[in-house]
Nanobody, 118 residues
Framework: QEQLVESGGGLVQPGGSLRLSCKAQ???????????MAWYRQASGKQRELVAE???????NYADSVKGRFAISRDNSRKTVYLQINDPKPEDTAVYYC?????????WGKGTLVTVAS
């Protein structure tokens, strides 16, 4: 059973910046490099939605609502994926979840809360 551990959430002011991290604790390196990693979020009273994903080759896809403000990246040597949040808005407030997908196996982290408020 994979364990994805998120960190970096907290309170951020509108227009500020924040970086989330997610480390795959148990995944071996050779598996990680072939795994699609993603960030989802779930705001209170809303469904979970895809924020960004990064494929094994480094191609990244973003939700329209975060394009140009968020950036997803991965460090395969650290088995870690990052989400750089720039110019956050109050509507970005949510619990952010890390997700991994590889050959039919999918895992979720427990989530980290990001609150955007002045």
């Amino acid at each position: 059973q994979e364990q994805l551990v998120e960190s970096g959430g907290g309170l951020v002011q509108p227009g500020g910046s924040l970086r989330l991290s997610c480390k795959a604790q148990r995944m071996i390196f050779s598996t990680f490099i072939g795994t699609t990693m993603a960030w989802y979020r779930q705001a209170s009273g809303k469904q979970r939605e895809l924020v960004a994903e990064i494929l094994s080759g480094g191609v990244a896809n973003y939700a329209d609502s975060v394009k140009g403000r968020f950036a997803i990246s991965r460090d395969n040597s650290r088995k870690t994926v990052y989400l750089q949040i720039n110019d956050p808005k109050p509507e970005d407030t949510a619990v952010y979840y890390c997700n991994s997908r590889n050959a039919g196996s999918e895992y979720w982290g427990k989530g980290t809360l990001v609150t955007v408020a002045s």
